[in-house]
């Protein structure tokens, strides 16, 4: 079966996700019903594997060819996946390519970390493991577009046909909490907020540019190493988020 024209049903989605959540729940230390405390690279190997079996019905070698490599990251701060695709040049114009898929831990490791419903590509997601399910499912689509157009955009039609037909996704994005979202909630900072802090017993007072695992805090500083579009100078501060309070 040619996957770009594989199709499954919603039901026949639902009951072969499910498959494949039983079956990794059962072989991954990790984890914890459907939480998820930490992730390996093995474990979305496994993860790969599983879909392979359950979902493209063996076609991945014959059609797409090497398998995906796997990678972790805590720093990606807006896509909870990312495709990779990487070229190595054979001589004579000609390329070798592989593919390598990302996955954002944080993204699942703090899925519980604001209550609220989560939707991963258009879908309700009720666990952190149905997220990663989901996430991997959307990046497989990358691959898999890509190999067959050589480019591949989610935003696109012929993304989203494809990535409808395989898994049932309804849109490329995902609601899941941010480290933006978390601050709000935990220490109600907020991008653009002006806050107040302490570094080296001196006090400062700044502005949140950024959020992630730290905030970054601009402060206002006469010959500061940055300077805005009105000529302000600045410097550049990276601060706990518990460390801060708003002016
Ligand atoms: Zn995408």
Redesign the pocket.
């Known amino acids: 079966m040619h996957l770009m024209e594989l199709t499954h049903t919603e039901k026949e989605v639902e009951r072969k996700r499910g498959r494949v959540a039983q079956q990794f729940i059962a072989a991954s230390p990790h984890l914890c019903g459907e939480q998820i405390k930490h992730l390996s690279t093995l474990d979305l190997q496994l993860l790969f594997n599983l879909y392979e079996k359950e979902l493209f019905e063996g076609a991945w070698a014959e059609e797409v060819g090497a398998e995906p490599t796997f990678s972790l990251s805590t720093r990606m701060t807006r896509?909870a996946?990312?495709?990779i695709t990487k070229r190595k040049p054979l001589g004579a114009g000609q390329y070798q390519t592989s593919f390598e898929i990302r996955i954002g831990v944080n993204f699942l490791v703090q899925f519980d970390a604001v209550d609220r419903s989560k939707t991963v590509c258009g879908l309700r997601a009720p666990s952190a493991l149905c997220a990663l399910l989901l996430v991997l499912e959307?990046?497989l689509?990358?691959v898999i577009e890509s190999v067959y157009f050589k480019t591949?955009?989610?935003?696109k039609e012929r993304?989203k046909v494809l990535a409808h037909r395989l898994f049932g996704h309804m849109s490329?994005y995902h609601a899941l909490p941010t480290a933006q979202e978390i601050a709000y909630q935990e220490h109600g900072l907020r991008i653009g907020d002006e806050v107040i802090f302490f570094y080296q017993d001196k006090l400062y007072t700044g502005r949140i540019s950024a959020i992630n695992k730290r905030a970054t805090i601009m402060v206002p500083t006469k010959g500061g190493s940055y300077m805005d579009g009105k000529g302000v100078r600045y410097n550049k501060f990276y601060t706990p988020l518990s460390a801060l309070s708003v002016r």
């Open positions: 896509s996946g990312k495709t959307h990046e689509c990358h591949s955009n989610c935003s993304f490329s």
